[in-house]
């Protein structure tokens, strides 16, 4: 696809109002973001693109439908799975969401040697404390675009991850935002600068892919 897209353009991009639309009558008030900078929204501008990372999108488009949202992303760059359970989950608890992002491990699979099974554990001790709170869950696979070079296996490392989010989000009742496999993957301007994070273009992306899996859930048919 090529990069001279812009926001209004964008076929895989929602305008808020549209957005709004597909979320009317949605029940959500508080919505909460824990993870690393995935979950942050951390990215570079993009021209064309608002400069907003993804979770301060959704919760914009929340707030068109419930003006008076309250809304917590204590998102780290750089969190572990194992540092998002023991810095933000409880702080997270007493926020009291009924919508809540959880992170998906990319941290956890920058090191030499991954441990998958100690993912697992410590995603399913986060998954347990968040189901307690009631919230609606959401998390994302990530996508082939995100590359980390130094590592040969990488692609194995990121389908071995994505297979556990999915295997323990169904679990849970969470809903999973894939990446993996989406068309914007192939799209020129939608890493930054570090290669690693999705610019405002991406951002964009999420957002919408958000709303609408947010609107499956309502079970609107014109989600897709």
């Known amino acids: 696809m090529t990069s001279d897209l812009t926001e209004e353009s964008d076929p895989y991009c929602l305008r808020p109002a549209d957005a709004a639309a597909l979320l009317a009558g949605a029940p959500w008030r508080r919505f909460g973001v824990i993870g690393d900078s995935l979950s942050a929204g951390t990215g570079d501008p993009c021209p064309g693109y608002t400069d907003l990372g993804w979770s301060d999108r959704v919760a914009g488009i929340l707030r068109l439908v419930r003006p008076e949202l309250e809304y917590l992303n204590i998102a780290e760059v750089g969190a572990t799975t194992a540092q998002v359970l023991a810095k ?49 869950l959401t998390t994302f696979t990530l996508g082939r675009a995100y590359v980390v070079p ?24 969470a809903v999973v935002v894939e990446f993996w496999d989406h068309p914007v993957n192939a799209r020129a301007n939608l890493l930054s600068e570090d290669r690693i994070h999705f610019s405002a273009s991406g951002q ?12 499956g859930v309502l079970g609107r048919e014109d989600a897709g």
């Not at 941290?107 to 995603?123: A, K, L, S």
Request: glycine fraction near 6%.
């Open 88 to 136: 933000q989950a409880e702080p997270m608890t007493g926020f009291a969401p009924d919508l809540l992002h959880l992170s998906c491990g990319a941290n956890d699979i920058v090191r030499r040697q991954p441990d998958f099974d100690e993912i697992e554990r410590t995603m399913r001790r986060q998954y347990d404390l968040a189901v307690g709170t009631g919230a609606q």
């Open 150 to 173: 130094v590592f040969p296996d990488w692609t194995e490392r990121i389908t071995r991850l994505n297979a556990i989010v999915r295997t323990v989000a169904a679990e849970y009742g």
């Open 204 to 215: 964009a992306v999420m957002a919408a892919e958000v709303a609408k899996a947010l609107a």
